[in-house]
């Protein structure tokens, strides 16, 4: 298993500028005739990739190659004294319906697709499969299959031809038995677009709102970015088995299912949020991406982070700014800080890695778009405008990297990034320190950065970091309207010269992903929750006053005194504020987020302590809004059909959290009446987990019986009962539903479903101090290790907060993730990440 590094990049010394494709299907062997049209740039021998080939035959210029020409290994083809420009012609055999890692060319459900992101290319034929190689391609699909789908424009019935070059990470193929959704799109340039989405027969209702998400994403990037499409057709088509989420083919989407097909009656708010920003994604990397693509996987955040930023600010404009900036820091905090704490904690661009695939991770997509907020913030909006514009003038059609994007920036507004530029590079979250002191009229905030060592990387240089803040009066009123300090060295000040002591609102807007260290009053955080004008900030207040309390209850046996639960009960009633605000209020702290703070702070975290004093004061705040509850919940009641559009969903939330209270007191009465009366998967999953919550013993049946039929709805049955489980009954459940008929490992989201349901649905039941838990997700990795590496090593990450526990649970991790390492014929994905935790 040999590591790459980002500083042996070199250029290729013969290239490939247009690939001509011939495919003739076949489940066990499929025949791949390709036509490599190649020039030489410089010297040195040609080397193809290429795994899990049957090379049939192969020829330069029509001329069959003779034995010395060439060699081969396993993964590699190589052509002796390659002539200056020429065309190479392979022929090859393969055996998609034999593929379960799932990436390459490979079989669902009857279906052929591929997945070819990050190397799965060199699965279908020899090329240089390396992002810095661009070419156009035409591609033939033979067979009589129904529908035959590649990228670029249709030139005849399962011909494709796609002007724009592209590298082989972006190639796609479907055939099969599919129905199409259609719709059409005119763009800015007058371009007239056929839109469709392909599905399975029998999903062809589910398309809908994936449909209308494409059309405003594309509207959009064309108002907000300036970027049109570029082909005529532009295809979605939704696929069962897949590893990721969705990928940016090139005019042919390929998604994994349960981010297209929706309805009310099977999705949930949180799927057409989620379906709605990763269609935005995979759309708005047509030019960050396809058009502008990366010289190197270590720039993968060069098209990751800045196209998560997109969909995240398409997000904002679509859904309201303040819940989508708070639910994007709450799943960055859960997942990247967590990593950047840990033994994978990576820079945003690596500089080196064994496997690439390990690395489509929270830091380089999350972390990725903190890194493109910051610059907005440090270069303003209309620098911002300038510097994105000269980078698609200046870089369309290329394989750019890290430098060539920051360089537009520092062209177009003049601003030295420098110093920016070590977020790059520098791995770990920030720690900033803030103090105040008030005195003769005289306010002063002192600041401090640390940047803790991480794997690999110690004594680090201060970071470029924007602290947006504001000034409030004690009364609430904003005194100082938002400003932005830029942190550059360690440490820092600002004076102002005031008649009173202010209340400080620093890191408005969360203006930079770091951990903020201010031991503000009390007070002062009870006039942030009541007055401030950054939503942002003033949500952080309420999170911050509630883990001060979960964090002394854990150490300390404090209870929850009156102060907080009624500033609680407040907001929870607060007619005024925005119900998905009010709900985002109500949520308490995680059991992760707890041990990960309580860990930063010296104390061994212990999950059943967690767990416990989370379920008090959810009791504590039930109890404290006992008579409003049934009101509350009823003012939140969305009559008429359901619409998923922002402001309802926002009611839902709210009534799920307040159900949630209920049942705390109830014992799930209110649950029960809920499941019954629920017309929507919002409602309906809130009941369902609170009935599990509550120990009912019939609901989970009763599911069953009402959503067999639907694989993605039962994904959702298989995670709610081992996420909702008494902790000491979690593992015993996970394992018996492994037993379930409907139970297939080989399907990533219901692995997926049945597994995270317990490392992160459960902590506590993860944790089972008898290590059962471990021990029941080693043998599952060991197991799908051998045919699906890519979903597995994914999985292991659930490992890598081990270090944070007590010596015995510590010992039982360790054991296992030795176990796993010690295992033959692991996969380079899975040795990778048990290495890297170990270490
Ligand atoms: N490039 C894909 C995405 O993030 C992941 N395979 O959209
Ligand atoms: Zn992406």
Redesign the pocket.
């Known amino acids: 298993n040999q590591t790459v590094y980002l500083k042996d990049y070199t250029p290729v010394p013969v290239t490939v500028s247009h690939v001509a494709l011939s495919f003739r299907l076949d489940p066990q062997a499929t025949r791949v005739s390709a036509r490599l049209t190649c020039k030489r740039k410089g010297s040195g021998d040609m080397v193809l990739d290429g795994e899990m080939l049957k090379l049939l035959s192969i020829a330069i210029d029509g001329v069959p190659l003779a034995a010395d020409r060439y060699s081969r290994t396993d993964t590699t083809l190589t052509l002796y004294d390659a002539p200056d420009s020429f065309v190479l012609e392979t022929e090859v055999e393969i055996a998609p319906e034999d593929n379960k890692a799932l990436s390459g060319l490979y079989m669902s459900k009857g279906m052929y697709c591929t997945q070819c992101?990050a190397e799965g290319f060199r699965r279908i034929t020899y090329m240089l499969d390396r992002p810095d190689v661009m070419a156009t391609y035409d591609v033939e699909i033979g067979g009589d299959l129904p529908v035959r789908l590649s990228n670029g424009n249709e030139t005849g019935p399962g011909t494709w031809h796609d002007p724009w070059p592209k590298p082989t990470y972006l190639f796609a193929l479907v055939a099969g038995d599919l129905l199409a959704t259609s719709d059409r799109f005119t763009t800015s340039e007058g371009r007239d677009v056929t839109l469709n989405v392909w599905v399975r027969p029998g999903d062809e209702g589910l398309t809908a709102f994936a449909m209308d998400s494409l059309k405003r994403s594309m509207t959009w990037d064309e108002e907000v970015y300036g970027r049109p499409y570029d082909l005529s057709v532009f295809n979605i088509v939704a696929v069962d088995d897949f590893n990721?989420?969705?990928?940016?083919n090139k005019g042919l989407n390929i998604f994994n299912s349960k981010y297209v097909l929706a309805s009310p009656a099977t999705a949930t708010d949180a799927d057409f949020a989620n379906i709605e920003s990763i269609v935005a994604?995979?759309y708005f990397?047509n030019w960050t991406g396809n058009r502008i693509t990366c010289r190197d996987w270590f720039q993968l955040c060069l098209k990751?982070g800045l196209t998560v930023f997109r969909d995240q600010q398409f997000s904002q404009d679509e859904r309201g700014f303040a819940t989508q900036r708070i639910g994007d820091v709450l799943n960055l905090r859960a997942r990247q800080f967590r990593e950047d704490a840990g033994p994978l904690a990576h820079p945003v661009r690596p500089e080196s890695f064994v496997e690439i695939n390990n690395f489509?991770t929270a830091t380089i997509y999350e972390k990725g778009a903190e890194l493109i907020g910051m610059l907005r913030t440090l270069v303003g909006p209309k620098g911002y405008d300038a510097g994105c514009a000269l980078y698609f003038e200046r870089h369309d059609g290329d394989a750019a990297t890290i430098e060539d994007w920051l360089a537009c920036f520092e062209t177009a507004t003049g601003r030295d990034l420098s110093q920016f530029k070590l977020w790059y590079a520098q791995a770990g979250t920030p720690r900033v320190q803030v103090s105040e002191t008030f005195k003769d009229g005289i306010y002063r905030i002192d600041l401090k950065q640390i940047v803790p060592d991480t794997p690999g990387q110690t004594d680090k240089c201060p970071m470029h970091i924007p602290l947006a803040f504001g000034l409030l009066s004690q009364d609430g009123t904003e005194t100082q309207a938002t400003q932005v300090h830029e942190l550059t060295t360690e440490t820092g000040s600002m004076t102002f010269e005031m008649s009173a002591k202010p209340v400080l609102s620093i890191l408005r807007g969360f203006s930079a992903p770091v951990i903020l260290e201010f031991e503000q009053t009390e007070s002062d955080r009870l006039t942030l929750l009541a007055h401030d004008s950054d939503p942002f900030n003033r949500w952080e207040a309420g999170r911050v006053l509630a883990k001060d309390r979960l964090m002394r209850a854990v150490t300390k046996d404090a209870g929850f005194d009156d102060a907080w639960l009624n500033a609680v009960a407040a907001l929870a009633t607060d007619e005024l504020a925005d119900p998905a605000f009010r709900a985002l209020a109500l949520a308490l702290p995680s059991e992760d987020d707890l041990a990960q703070s309580l860990y930063g702070a010296g104390v061994v975290p212990d999950p059943d302590r967690i767990y416990a004093v989370r379920r008090a004061a959810q009791l504590a705040i039930a109890a404290r809004l006992r008579d409003a509850l049934p009101g509350l919940r009823d003012a939140m009641a969305t009559p008429g059909n359901y619409d998923p559009k922002a402001e309802d969903a926002g009611k839902r939330a709210l009534a799920g959290r307040l159900l949630g209270l209920q049942t705390m007191l109830d014992g799930g009465v209110a649950a029960r009446t809920a499941y019954d009366a629920a017309d929507n998967m919002t409602d309906r999953m809130a009941a369902f987990a609170n009935l599990l919550e509550a120990g009912d013993t019939t609901v989970a049946k009763q599911f069953e019986n009402d959503w067999q039929h639907d694989r993605l709805v039962m994904d959702k049955w298989f995670m709610a009962q081992v996420a909702h489980a008494a902790p000491r009954d979690a593992v015993t459940l996970a394992d018996t539903l492994t037993r379930h008929p409907d139970f297939d490992a080989s399907n990533p989201n219901r692995f997926r479903s049945l597994m995270a349901g317990l490392t992160a649905g459960n902590p506590a039941g993860f944790h089972n101090p008898d290590g059962s838990g471990y021990k029941f997700l080693a043998d599952w990795l060991l197991y799908l290790d051998k045919s699906n590496p890519q979903t597995t090593a994914r999985m292991s990450t659930a490992f890598d907060g081990w270090k944070r526990y007590d010596a015995d649970r510590q010992d039982l991790m360790r054991a296992q993730l030795q176990r796993i390492s010690g295992t033959e014929g692991l996969s380079r994905d899975l040795s990778e990440m048990v290495t890297r935790m170990l270490k």
Not at 244 to 248: V, Y
């Open positions: 992101e990721m989420g969705a990928m940016e994604h995979e990397h990751e489509y």
